[in-house]
């Protein structure tokens, strides 16, 4: 695959907006690198807090996605602005968890509560499991998140394991709970 070439996973227009989930490209490194660095200073239920990402890790991030086997990222644009990120990776293949898939998902402030999260987890799901060989994914969160908790079981997510006041964030421990879908 050229650096310039993506692949579209979802668009249509809804509620008047042009809404379109596609792959990455180098291109893209200046608008994820914003849309990070935004999200950070936010201290919203991601990992990244108050630390800022260079454009060269960006461009290091797009082209190890694009050429990776064992990766789905999907980039969600409405009306071309860069509103949300989300991506499933698998162990390396020599690795004996290699089944396991790892989600992850944010959007930015402005597009959260209008079905764009839910929109975006189905299609990189969908295309995680036709393109990467998975029998589970996992993903993490927050155990004040709310928003997202409800959004995974929604998707048939389970908890299965809790690490009690795993995770610091605003400068209170809250746990980190580990969820679970079989996919085969
Ligand atoms: C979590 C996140 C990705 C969800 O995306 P979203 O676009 O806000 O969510 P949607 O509008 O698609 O709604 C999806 C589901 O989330 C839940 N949800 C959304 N807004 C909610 C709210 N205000 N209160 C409770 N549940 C809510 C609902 O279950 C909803 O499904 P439903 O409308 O069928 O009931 C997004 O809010 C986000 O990026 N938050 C900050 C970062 C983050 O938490 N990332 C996840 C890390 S584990």
């Known amino acids: 695959m050229r650096t310039e070439d993506f692949h579209v996973l979802f668009h249509k ?3 008047a907006h042009d809404v379109m989930i596609r792959t990455p490209v180098i291109a893209d490194a200046p608008a994820l690198q914003n849309y990070i660095n935004t999200l950070s200073q936010e201290h919203t239920f991601i990992l990244f807090q108050g630390k800022q990402m260079t454009l060269q890790q ?3 991030w797009v082209k190890d996605s694009m050429q990776s086997q064992r990766s789905v990222k999907g980039l969600l644009f409405v009306d071309g602005v860069l509103a949300g990120v989300s991506d499933i ?3 390396s293949i020599e690795h004996a968890n290699s089944p396991e898939g790892v989600f ?6 402005e597009f959260r509560g209008q079905g764009y999260g839910k929109l975006l987890m189905k299609t990189v799901l969908d295309e995680a499991q036709r393109v990467l060989p998975m ?7 927050f155990g004040n998140n709310a928003v ?3 959004m995974y079981e ?7 394991g809790r690490i009690p006041n795993g995770i610091l964030h605003n400068g209170q421990y809250v746990d980190d709970v580990t969820m679970m879908l079989n996919v085969k």
């Not at 992850?104 to 402030?109: E, M, N």
């Not at 029998?135 to 969160?141: K, N, Q």
């Not at 998707?155 to 299965?160: D, Q």
């Open 135 to 141: 029998r589970v994914i996992i993903l993490d969160l």
């Open 148 to 150: 997202a908790r409800k």
């Open 13 to 15: 227009t809804i509620n």
């Open 154 to 160: 929604s998707f048939g997510f389970t908890e299965v």
């Open 104 to 109: 992850g998902i944010s959007l930015a402030k």
């Open 89 to 91: 990776d698998v162990a």
């Open 58 to 60: 960006e461009e290091e």
